[in-house]
Every structure is written in C-alpha cells, then in structure tokens.
C-alpha cells in the first residue's frame, strides 16, 4: 500500500484525512450575505432619506399633512419600483457578463489549452509557488476541463459564477428596503394632521431611525458604528434641509 501524502501544518505533519479532521471541527465566523445587505442597505438608506427630503419640502411649503402623506406614498411606490428595476438590470448585467466571459474561456481552453495551462502557472507563481512545486497543480487542472475553468473564472477573472435567482431577490430586496424606509418618515403625517408638527416629528422619528440604520449598516460593513451612524443622519439630515430651505425660498419669490 502507498504511504499516505503528508504535509506541515504549523510544523506538525499532516495527512489529508487529519485534515478533513480538524475542517469538520473548525467553525469559521465569515458573514456571507454580503450581497443581501448591500441591496437592504442601498433600499433603506434612499427610502428614508427621498421621502424624508420630499416631505419637509412640502412642509416647507406649508402643503397640508394630507397632501403630503399622498405625494410621500406615491414617491415611495414609484421609488420602489425604479430602484427595484435598478437592481434587477443590475444582476441580470453581471450574469450576463459572466456568461460571456465563461464562453470566451471555455473556446480558448478548446483551441490554445498550452496558452492557459501557462497562464495557470503565471497565478500560482503570483501566491510564490516555484515551477516544479505548481507544475502537478497544473496537470491535474489539464485533466479536469470543468474544475479547469472553474479556476481561471475564479482566479484569471476574478469572477464568482452568479445565483440564477439573484436579479429577482436583488429587485424585491431592494424594492421592500425602500418601502420600509419611506413609511417612517410619512408615519408622522397620517396621525398629525398639522403639517409643521408632523415635519417636527418626522424629524426626530426619521433621524433616529437614521442613526439605528446607520449604527447597524456599520456593524455589518465593517466600519466604525458610531461614525456609520452619525454619518448617515447627517446625509439624511442634509438632504431634508435642502429641500426645506428650497420650498422656503421658491415660496418667498
């Protein structure tokens, strides 16, 4: 019987049924939806800050809580839609993409395979591995054409092969993020009827979610919550004054 392949780990050797061993028993904590919370993100993030603006313009304006509550609904269902539609276009782009390049690497497998059997070389020798040490890497790539592909999508490309599903999760993601967004700041409006009282509440309401949304963002981002979420009201914060101010000046004139 051959002796079984062996290799250092920490010093330590190693046989790969040892390795699949310690695989089973070792949990890493990657977080892996990244693409989900980026379309929750993007949804949320416009859809409390849009009707937020459009509202305290119109207050700015002196429109009634009712017409506000109409036109902040129908900006959030046409909002919801476009980004919707944005994101679809969005995914549906990258797959196709990818399938393209999936076809123009499968013919140059086909018709030059020396030309990309080198260039598996060329990016293993980009991780330090010497000829002799990738060379069994790239025979085995050579008799294997589907994981051969699979590697040049991944590391010539730099491609991920894409979910089917994605352009519709994608559109309904971000479509109900923005939905859920742009009530907080209209909620103000159907229990208020007095439009500066309402834009008063919408405030505080708006930019406290702001700051929740913005501590959480952070968290899931990877960057500092406190700063994700000062930044995030600011914006939104922004955005609404502007709007305010430009009611207040159109009015004026």
Same mark, same amino acid.
Do not use: C
């Given at each position: ?7 250092? +780990? ?5 046989? /790969?049924?040892t ?5 089973? @028993?070792h949990? #890493?904590? @990657? ?7 980026r &379309?929750v993100?993007? !949804? ?12 305290? %313009?119109?207050?700015?304006a002196?429109? /009634? ?11 959030v269902a046409? %909002? ?6 944005g994101?679809?276009?969005?995914a549906? $782009?990258?797959?196709?993409h ?8 499968? &013919?140059?497998i ?10 598996i !070389? ?7 591995? #010497?000829? @002799?040490?990738?060379s ?6 050579r008799?294997?054409? =589907?994981?051969?592909? &699979? ?11 894409? &979910?089917p599903?994605r352009?519709? =999760? $994608?559109?309904l ?5 923005? +939905?859920?967004? !742009?009530l907080?700041?209209?909620? /103000?409006?159907?229990?208020? /009827? ?9 405030i ?5 979610a ?7 963002k %952070? *968290?899931?981002? !990877?960057?500092?919550p406190?700063? $994700?979420?000062? *930044? ?7 955005? $609404?004054?502007?709007a305010y101010?430009?009611?207040?000046v +159109?009015?004026?004139?």
């Open positions: 019987m051959a002796p079984e392949e062996s290799w250092e +780990v920490n010093g330590t050797s190693t046989t /790969p049924s390795a699949e061993k310690l695989l089973v @028993h949990k #890493e904590n @990657h977080f892996t939806a990244g693409e989900v919370v &379309d993100i993007l !949804g949320v993030s416009d859809g409390l800050t849009v009707p937020f603006a459009l509202a305290a %313009g119109l207050s700015g002196n429109a /009634p809580s009712s017409l506000i509550l109409t036109a902040g609904l129908a900006e046409a %909002g919801a839609i476009s980004m919707g539609l994101g679809y276009l969005a549906k $782009s990258e797959a196709d990818y399938m393209r390049e999936l076809k123009r690497e499968q &013919d140059e086909l018709t030059v395979p020396d030309i990309e059997a080198a260039e !070389g060329e990016i293993l020798a980009q991780y330090g591995l #010497e000829p @002799h040490e990738y069994p890497v790239v025979n085995a790539l008799n294997n054409p =589907q994981a051969w592909l &699979d590697f040049m999508m991944k590391f010539e490309l730099g491609l991920e092969k894409p &979910d599903k352009a519709l =999760q $994608s559109a993601t971000i479509a109900l993020s923005y +939905v859920v967004g !742009g907080v700041p209209l909620l /103000p409006y159907v229990f208020i /009827p007095i439009a500066q009282k309402a834009m008063l509440t919408s505080g309401v708006t930019l406290a702001l700051l929740f949304f913005g501590y959480v %952070g *968290q899931f981002t !990877g960057n500092y406190l700063s $994700s979420a000062v *930044q995030t009201a600011f914006i939104g914060a922004l955005a $609404s004054a502007a101010a430009m009611a207040k +159109v009015q004026s004139t």
